[in-house]
T-cell receptor, first 115, second 115 residues
Framework: DSGVTQTPKHLITATGQRVTLRCSPRSGDLSVYWYQQSLDQGLQFLIQYYNGEERAKGNILERFSAQQFPDLHSELNLSSLELGDSALYFC??????????????FGPGTRLTVL | AQTVTQSQPEMSVQEAETVTLSCTYDTSESDYYLFWYKQPPSRQMILVIRQEAYKQQNATENRFSVNFQKAAKSFSLKISDSQLGDAAMYFCAYWAVAGNTPLVFGKGTRLSVIA
């Protein structure tokens, strides 16, 4: 158990809908990262937050947005869902931003299925 | 942009034998980290081993060791005395210290362990 929690574990929804994925980082970790893993693919970095502020952005679609709240939990919002958005979404956390060499701890992921 | 290449989509090994998974990367940076992550059927991402680029000594963690060839930009993972529980997807990842870049993952190698 990494200490990072993600809810829900599974989510099934329809095209055009909007969903919110939630992540609680390990106690004391200030930085949160979101990754997308499509079927049999490596993880693609989406976005990073550090202590409530956006720190880095990867290949995140405009239909997707995220935020980190004062209690450091983070939410990833996916809207106007398409079939291709079906994937495993991981959250990871670290004490400080990645540039300082701290290890990232991954949550169990949320499996999103868009029908 | 940094890229990570895992040229072996699938590998298999007999229980108790040794297997080596390959990874190459492309970067112009001199200060970076390399990682091997394991993803078992549970889909949890588990850090196996980490190598800091400025350290010449190859990292080891119990039965797992790496062969880090900085000039060749190669970072292979050796698993000794393979066990059934080693069966998983293995992802190589790269992380540059400068520029606040995220983890860059390869597409993974699926390892099967044969009893």
């Amino acid at each position: 158990d990494s200490g990072v929690t993600q809810t829900p574990k599974h989510l099934i929804t329809a095209t055009g809908q909007r969903v919110t994925l939630r992540c609680s980082p390990r106690s004391g970790d200030l930085s949160v990262y979101w990754y997308q893993q499509s079927l049999d693919q490596g993880l693609q970095f989406l976005i990073q937050y550090y202590n409530g502020e956006e720190r880095a952005k990867g290949n995140i679609l405009e239909r997707f947005s995220a935020q980190q709240f004062p209690d450091l939990h983070s939410e990833l919002n996916l809207s106007s869902l398409e079939l291709g958005d079906s994937a495993l979404y991981f959250c990871a956390s670290s004490v400080v931003p990645a540039a300082f060499g701290s290890e990232q701890f991954f949550g169990p992921g949320t499996r999103l299925t868009v029908l | 942009a940094q890229t990570v290449t895992q040229s072996q989509p699938e590998m298999s090994v007999q229980e108790a034998e040794t297997v080596t998974l390959s990874c190459t990367y492309d970067t112009s940076e001199s200060d970076y980290y390399l990682f091997w992550y394991k993803q078992p059927p549970s889909r949890q991402m588990i850090l196996v081993i980490r190598q800091e680029a400025y350290k010449q000594q190859n990292a080891t963690e119990n039965r797992f060791s790496v062969n880090f060839q900085k000039a060749a930009k190669s970072f292979s993972l050796k698993i000794s005395d393979s066990q059934l529980g080693d069966a998983a997807m293995y992802f190589c990842a790269y992380w540059a210290v400068a520029g606040n870049t995220p983890l860059v993952f390869g597409k993974g190698t699926r390892l099967s362990v044969i009893a």
